[in-house]
């Protein structure tokens, strides 16, 4: 699942701050880098690995390349938050029941 | 526009066949029994959490990592909890809310987790250091979809 790929991305503190610098719209790599304690490749690097997880798209704005951030991978990880918890309470009900059970 | 979407609260309903009473006490004082830890934990490993006085609490060995905050204790009737997985220090952490309603012989427990838009600016910006993955889009995800 893209979920998977995209909470991958997101381990390494780093690019989530990259991410995060998105947040206010697109910027380019270099407004990116000017803003955190990261070379400008590195920014390049962490941005690559973004958009393999389906995190942000990029376009060409004249001779700059913007990136932002991308909502239909944000809406894949709230369907991943969406089914973490329909799982957790399948769980929850399973013991419930199973200690109603016990107490009869 | 997704933007909406994603920051709405997460709403589930589930009913369970236990009266309010047991349902509430599996759900907070045996949490660690049903809790899915070996997907979604802080730690990797063999780790456990609790609802520990005001406080879930995730722990390994004499590592901690406090989840969330007891807003709200009502036994057989409703648990209010902030909610910050990975990230023990959040001063804007979303917050979970599970009410115990009986429905027949049972129970209808329903779950919101909400507060995703009123992370402020300040906090959006912020550098928080997550252990892992999942913490992050449990907590915080939304705060990137504005």
């Given at each position: 699942m893209a979920y998977a790929q995209a909470l991958q991305a997101l381990g390494d503190p780093t690019r989530r701050s990259v991410l995060e610098e998105l947040r206010d719209g697109p910027q380019a790599v270099g407004e990116i880098a000017s803003r955190l304690p990261v070379s400008r490749p590195a920014v390049s690097q962490h941005l690559r690995v973004l958009k393999e997880a389906g995190l942000v798209t990029e376009r060409q704005d004249g001779t700059r390349r913007l990136y932002r951030v991308d909502p239909d991978g944000l809406a894949g990880l709230r369907e991943y938050l969406d089914g973490f918890w329909e799982e957790a309470l399948a769980s929850f009900k399973a013991a419930a029941e199973a200690e109603e059970r016990r107490k009869k | 526009m997704t933007t909406m979407a994603t920051t709405e609260a997460i709403t589930k309903e589930i009913h369970v066949d236990a009266t309010p009473e047991t349902a509430f006490k599996v759900f907070t004082e045996r949490i660690g029994e049903w809790w899915p830890l070996e997907q979604f934990?802080?730690?990797?490993?063999d780790t456990t959490v609790a609802f520990e006085g005001d406080r879930i609490v995730e722990r390994l060995g004499d590592q901690e990592s406090v989840w969330g905050t007891v807003l709200a204790y009502e036994v057989a009737g409703r648990v209010r909890f902030t909610w910050h997985p990975g990230r023990?220090?959040?001063?804007?952490p979303t917050e979970v809310e599970v009410t115990f309603t009986a429905d027949g012989d049972g129970t209808l427990v329903t779950l919101v987790h909400g507060g995703w838009d009123q992370l402020s600016e300040e906090k959006r910006a912020g550098r928080v250091d997550y252990d892992n993955g999942w913490p992050l889009v449990l907590g915080r995800y939304a705060a990137l979809a504005s």
């Amino acid at each position: 699942m893209a979920y998977a790929q995209a909470l991958q991305a997101l381990g390494d503190p780093t690019r989530r701050s990259v991410l995060e610098e998105l947040r206010d719209g697109p910027q380019a790599v270099g407004e990116i880098a000017s803003r955190l304690p990261v070379s400008r490749p590195a920014v390049s690097q962490h941005l690559r690995v973004l958009k393999e997880a389906g995190l942000v798209t990029e376009r060409q704005d004249g001779t700059r390349r913007l990136y932002r951030v991308d909502p239909d991978g944000l809406a894949g990880l709230r369907e991943y938050l969406d089914g973490f918890w329909e799982e957790a309470l399948a769980s929850f009900k399973a013991a419930a029941e199973a200690e109603e059970r016990r107490k009869k | 526009m997704t933007t909406m979407a994603t920051t709405e609260a997460i709403t589930k309903e589930i009913h369970v066949d236990a009266t309010p009473e047991t349902a509430f006490k599996v759900f907070t004082e045996r949490i660690g029994e049903w809790w899915p830890l070996e997907q979604f934990s802080v730690f990797q490993g063999d780790t456990t959490v609790a609802f520990e006085g005001d406080r879930i609490v995730e722990r390994l060995g004499d590592q901690e990592s406090v989840w969330g905050t007891v807003l709200a204790y009502e036994v057989a009737g409703r648990v209010r909890f902030t909610w910050h997985p990975g990230r023990p220090g959040d001063d804007e952490p979303t917050e979970v809310e599970v009410t115990f309603t009986a429905d027949g012989d049972g129970t209808l427990v329903t779950l919101v987790h909400g507060g995703w838009d009123q992370l402020s600016e300040e906090k959006r910006a912020g550098r928080v250091d997550y252990d892992n993955g999942w913490p992050l889009v449990l907590g915080r995800y939304a705060a990137l979809a504005s």
